[in-house]
């Protein structure tokens, strides 16, 4: 058993704004259930939800700030979820990332700085909790000064870094370096510096025992220029130390037979009631209701790494055909404003509701035919593994992975079996438009597009198989 406190900046069903929080969520559940000794530490923000009770357990002075540690649990879970209590810097309302105009919170460095700190306090047992731990692993830019601090420590933890997401890195001005009093045997182009800004993402690159990722093709694309944003080079030096291991999902938060979002449930055995599913959600998003009428779903951020670009330039040609388009998400203004405009060229065939809906999410994975992922990148993506439990079939593009968990529907995958979804290369409008036509065709021959859904709803995308390789590589880490 190894005592392992997992740092991330958000955690399912907490507070949520993407993936991240799917896997904080669910991968340490996981872990406790194969007999790990798991702690989450997360910023008390002002709006996060919390279920049962709350204590008091410790304070700490760290950076001449009294910082206040409380803990409760992860439902339905023997999780323990230790929150960093300190008001003035996690008492914003909303984002924990950005204000409501989408702007970084001006003093994020100095937040997630602080989150950092306690980190480090608390897995070196300096936090009066009892408690040491033997790893400590770390998620994305926000929680990447852990590793680089306990490179420092005596004695310390082993660390494990992850990426999420490239893309995101957490650069700051050298300006910031006063306000963060960090040891300055960090700050060097071989450690935290880059490009003369501070950069939080080089903390776990640079000092982490282990590094992964979320997909072992994303493992292998961040050591190219086109996906590692200038980091390649790091990456490719700390090759041997760097592998991608593939996100489960939560298997009893998405199943069609019991979830409590859908109006009907259905399962492989009963795959003709999936149908009630797309009435109800014709109905929601006040779209002509037909069974025979395909409806196409997507469900995420509104930015052109999602490829929703691609997708406006296809939507004059594909409403053109007998199709709906449902789409639920927020991003760009730009784009957010384009398809609703859409919405009033083509009021019977898409519908758009701007921002998260929970509930909303799970109706269009259980009521929708087909499913969006046209992502120029996609580290690992967890909505391609939901709709295939729904029986709603993925339309994505080869990266990441979307090629690591969606098998492409061949002449050959379809004779035996094994096709999940539809797979295209490159991301363009044409490329997509090809891919969404032949799935119009397949789903046009019944009973070959209900072969297709029962193999992909018999895919196996559970935690297990991930948190096992999770506890071999926190026992294997050499430091």
């Known amino acids: 058993m190894k005592k392992i406190l997992f740092v991330t900046s958000e955690a399912h069903p907490f507070i949520k704004t993407g993936g991240l929080a799917d896997v904080s969520g669910s991968l340490p559940k996981a872990l406790a259930e194969l007999s790990q000794d798991i702690k989450i530490i997360i910023p008390r923000y002002q709006d996060i939800k919390t279920f049962g009770d709350i204590h008091y357990r410790c304070s700490l002075r760290v950076d001449n700030r009294d910082v206040n540690i409380l803990e409760t649990q992860m439902p ?62 770390c998620n994305d830019w926000q929680s990447g000064l852990v590793p680089a601090l306990l490179s420092l420590e005596y004695d310390r933890p082993a660390s494990v870094f992850t990426i999420h997401n490239m893309a995101y890195q957490g650069l700051f001005p050298t300006s910031v370096l006063t306000s963060l009093n960090l040891p300055g045997q960090l700050w060097h182009p071989e450690g935290l510096e880059f490009h003369n800004m501070l950069s939080f993402i080089k903390g776990g690159l640079v000092y982490a025992d282990r590094i992964t990722t979320v997909s072992p093709t994303y493992a292998l694309e961040i050591q190219t220029a086109a996906y590692g944003y200038g980091l390649e ?15 489960g999902i939560d298997l009893d938060q998405w199943n069609p037979e019991t979830d409590a979002y859908i109006a009907h449930h259905y399962s492989r055995a009963s795959l003709g ?23 196409l779903g997507l469900i995420g951020r509104l930015v052109e790494q999602k490829g929703i670009d691609l997708i406006i330039a296809c939507l004059p040609e594909l409403l053109a055909m007998p199709v709906q388009f449902v789409l639920l998400g927020n991003g760009d203004k730009s784009f957010e404003q384009r398809l609703q405009n859409l919405t009033h060229v083509y009021p019977t065939k898409i519908a758009v509701s701007i921002g998260y809906d929970e509930g909303l999410a799970h109706l269009i994975e259980g009521g929708a035919d087909m499913f969006l992922m046209p992502s120029r990148f ?32 061949t002449p050959e995958t379809i004779a035996n079996h094994t096709a999940t979804g539809i797979i295209f290369n490159d991301a363009n409008a044409s490329a997509l438009m090809e891919a969404i036509k032949r799935a119009l065709l397949l789903y046009n021959l019944g009973d070959v597009w209900a072969d297709i859904q029962k193999n992909a709803m018999a895919a196996d995308f559970s935690w297990q198989q991930s948190a096992k390789q999770y506890i071999e590589l926190y026992q294997n880490i050499q430091r």
């Open 233 to 247: 080079g790091l990456l490719i030096h700390r090759n041997e130390y760097l592998g991608g291991i593939i996100n």
């Open 378 to 409: 996609e580290p690992c993506g967890l909505n391609q593994m939901y709709s295939q439990r729904y029986g709603t079939i993925p339309i994505v593009r080869k990266t990441g992975g979307l090629a690591d968990t969606v098998v492409d529907s």
């Open 273 to 295: 009631d999936k149908q009630h599913n797309k009435a109800e959600l014709q109905r929601r998003m006040a779209l002509p209701v037909d069974n025979n009428i395909p409806v």
């Open 76 to 137: 339905d879970s023997r999780v323990t979820v230790w929150l960093i209590d300190y008001p003035e810097f996690y008492h914003q309302p909303g984002n924990p990332y950005v204000d409501a105009q989408g702007n970084p919170w001006p003093n994020n460095a100095e937040r997630f700085s602080l989150l950092c700190r306690i980190a480090v306090e608390v897995a070196m047992n300096r936090a009066h909790l009892n408690w040491k731990a033997d790893v400590v692993h």
